[in-house]
Structure formats: C-alpha cells, structure tokens
C-alpha cells in the first residue's frame, strides 16, 4: 500500500481534485501532526475509507523507547510490514536534533557499525523517513507552526545515498514552506562515500551540510573496515567532497570514528590532515561507541582529544563529539539488533 506522508501538498491536491480544495490542506495538516488517517478527525467518514482503501492509516509506530541518563532518547519504530528501524533525540542548546533511518538495515558492511549486521532488508520510502520526524515532533508537543524538532541528520541506520530518490524527495518534503519547514541548512547527510552521488547530489540545489564518513587517513586502511572504499578509491572520495563544498559554498563535515591501535595515532593525524586541503571542512573525531559482535575498541577521551590537537596543529579543524547514549545501546543499528535477537530466542 502508498503512504501519504510521501506526497507534496501539490501532489494532495491532484489526489483530491474531486473535493473541496480546503480538503487536502486538511488531510495534509493531520498527517504533518503525525497522525494516522483514522486520527484525523475532521474528515467525512466517506472520505477516509477511501484513503485508507489506498494508504497505509500509519506509517510507522513507536515500538520501543529509551532515555539515556544524559537525556538523550533512542527510540526504535515498528514499519507497516513489521518491520524495525531505528531513531536518536539528542537535547541541545539549540533545540532538539532527530536522527533518522534511511533504510532497514544497511548493505555497506562497514566493520564498526551494527546497521548492517543482518544486511539490507529494504529501502524506506519518503513519508517512512519524514514519518519518523513528524510522530517524535508530535511526542514532543510539536505542530507545524510551533515546530520542536530544530535539525535533522540522516544518520541512521542506512546509507541515505543507496536509496538516494526516496532521501531527496524526503529533504524536499521536510523542507517545504507547506509543512514542518525545516531548512536544508538544519539538515545534514551523512554517506559513507558513494562517489557518483556525491557528483549527483551536488546538482539538486539543497543546501544540506554533507558529511563524509571518512574514518581513515589513507586507502588501505580504509579500505580494512569499509568495502565501499574498495570500489571508490580515497582520493576519489576527496575530490568529489571538495567539489560539493566548492559548489555548494557549504563547510563538509569529515566523521572519524577513533579505532584503538587502527586509525587513531598521532602520525595518522598528521597524514589525514595532508589529505584535507582547499576547500572549507571540519573533522568531527568520535571515540568509537564500541559494538560487540564487531570487535572493535574506541579510542579513549584523552587521545581523541591528543589526535584534535595534532590536527588543529596542522591547521585543520577538529572537534571531539560529546559521546551520547551509551547506556541505551546509542551506536546505529544496537537496540535493533538487540530487539531482532531477543524475537529470535
């Protein structure tokens, strides 16, 4: 079945063309409060059996939550099939930044991420991923007009740029002046390095921050914990992300998950900043939040923050991200993975 969080207000309007036009705004307006199409109450009844002959009445359902002791929330959502897919809330100054899922599962292998344990199962569609933003922007008491969700990151589980259509008509839907409006300057994209829609992405006219999982000051060792890297080589990946940000005039971010004794020596430091030139970037260093069937250890605090102080040194941006919901299995794809083994037991 369709899901109507996937259609523009235009597109509501060439579904609804034999109502009244007032009709879909209000169809619109119930799904963008995260309503299911039976919720939306002021609605002919005539009207929502034939939505919901048609349309999934919800897209996704809040399955499990969890708060961390520093407030941070995970929650895990159950999709229309069944289904889990997985979100982070993290409480800032700013407001509140939502991470969202792209995908269920991951088919990049990444060696320190829990995404694609179980591989791909399959992509989300645009009102699955905005669907995830506008339930936790009602749990939080959130509307269109007094929105509470301030950023998005599509950082979840899932590559964004493995199912690119469905992610860029999602950043089109969640930025429109019609809906929640959130602006592509609030929103940023994390990809693993799939140079061809780097080049493509740059030509879509969003302004979203890009960010680059980059973990790896050269080829061979990237290559050791990312087979992406083995089909695009690093300085490949380099030039593509420098010609976004040339184009875009948009700072990159570069994510280094800190991997004990891998990538994480001060001489590394030194290579990775030789490798990072011309073009606006900052590198977000991340002691890696260990997951245990990969059989990695992160970095501890005090040499992440030695590694940020060698790059700097180097003339190269770098902060060290404050780790976030560790005590609720916080790294992409845990508490999914948790949740699938415990069904399976």
């Known amino acids: 079945m369709k ?16 109502q009244p036009k007032f009709r879909a705004r209000q169809v619109y307006d119930g799904v963008y409060h995260g309503k299911a199409i039976s919720e939306i109450s002021n609605l002919p009844k005539a009207l929502k059996e034939r939505l919901l ?8 359902k809040l399955f499990k939550r969890l708060e961390s ?11 229309c099939d069944g289904n889990l897919i997985e979100g982070v809330l993290m409480k800032y100054k700013y407001g509140y930044t939502l991470c969202v899922s792209t995908q269920v599962g991951c088919r990049m ?12 199962v399959r992509n989300l569609e645009s009102g699955e991923i ?60 994390s990809t693993c390095g799939l140079v061809d829609k780097i080049e493509k992405f740059s030509g879509e006219n969003l302004d979203v921050t890009l960010t680059i999982s980059l973990h790896a000051p050269n080829d ?27 184009k875009t005039r948009r700072r990159v971010v570069f994510e280094y998950a ?39 250890d992160g970095s501890s605090k005090k040499h992440a923050y030695a590694f940020m102080a060698r790059l700097e040194k180097c003339g190269v941006s770098a902060t060290v991200r404050r780790t976030m919901g560790e005590d609720i299995e916080g790294a992409c794809g845990q508490l999914r993975n948790k949740i699938l083994k415990e069904n399976e037991d």
């Open 3 to 18: 899901i109507l969080s996937s259609l523009s207000l235009e597109e509501m309007g060439e579904l609804l063309k034999d």
């Open 53 to 60: 002959e048609e349309f999934v009445d919800q897209p996704i």
């Open 69 to 79: 002791s520093d407030g941070t929330q995970k929650f895990v959502y159950e999709l």
């Open 109 to 120: 292998g990444c060696k320190f991420c829990a995404s694609g344990l179980d591989g791909l």
């Open 130 to 189: 905005l669907s995830q933003v506008l339930v936790i922007n009602a749990l939080l008491g959130g509307t269109i007009k007094d929105r509470k969700i301030t950023n998005v990151v599509l950082m979840g589980s899932g590559e964004p740029f493995d199912n690119y259509d469905n992610v860029v008509k999602f950043l089109r839907l969640v930025s429109s002046a019609d809906g929640i409006n959130i602006s592509p300057r609030n929103i940023s994209i």
């Open 220 to 246: 061979e060792i990237r290559k050791s914990i990312m087979p992406i890297a083995s089909r695009y080589s690093y300085s490949e990946l380099i030039e593509a992300t420098r010609k976004y940000a040339l």
């Open 258 to 296: 800190l991997i004990k004794g891998l990538n994480d020596s001060l001489s590394q430091a030194d290579e990775l900043a030789s490798q990072l030139k011309g073009f606006p970037l900052h590198v977000n260093l991340i002691p890696l939040n260990p997951v245990k069937e990969r059989g990695l």
